[in-house]
């Protein structure tokens, strides 16, 4: 059998002390890995109601939700330069155990950040010549 091989908490299905586990606190700052996540969404769904020939209001808007990303990940460093990792539990569907989870430690703070800044550096360093 496949699964025979996997320890019992990576099987779906199946309860386990793994995953009636008491959940691990929540930091205040959880919420703000929701709005990082969900920031370039919210500026997709408005560029996609800007008029057609609005290029440059579209490459501010761009790069204004690039820095915008940038400083909230930031402020999230002197917890994960810590060690602290970051976490948001949403119950997804709680009726079989499954939940929406959110992390940041380091590494994932590390990349998060290189992709971000990237896009603001290209991003404000295109924009002052299109005008």
């Known amino acids: 059998m496949l699964f025979a091989a996997l320890p019992p908490r ?13 959940p691990t606190p929540t930091l205040p700052n959880s919420q703000l890995l929701v709005v990082i996540l969900a920031l370039p969404f919210v500026g997709s769904v408005v560029a996609a109601f800007l008029p057609t020939a609005a290029r440059n209001a579209a490459a501010l808007l761009a790069g204004v939700i690039a820095v915008v ?7 999230t460093f ?5 060690g602290t990792v970051l976490r948001h539990d949403i119950p997804w569907l709680p009726s079989i155990g499954l ?3 959110l992390r940041l430690d380091g590494l994932s703070w590390m990349f998060g950040m290189l ?12 924009f002052p010549f299109h005008f």
């Open 10 to 22: 990576f099987i779906v299905g199946r309860a386990t002390a793994w995953s009636r586990r008491t």
């Open 69 to 75: 990303g940038v400083g909230l990940l930031a402020s």
């Open 78 to 82: 002197p917890m994960t330069a810590a």
């Open 99 to 101: 939940d929406i989870v």
């Open 115 to 126: 992709v971000l800044a990237i896009g603001a550096f290209t991003k404000c360093a295109q």
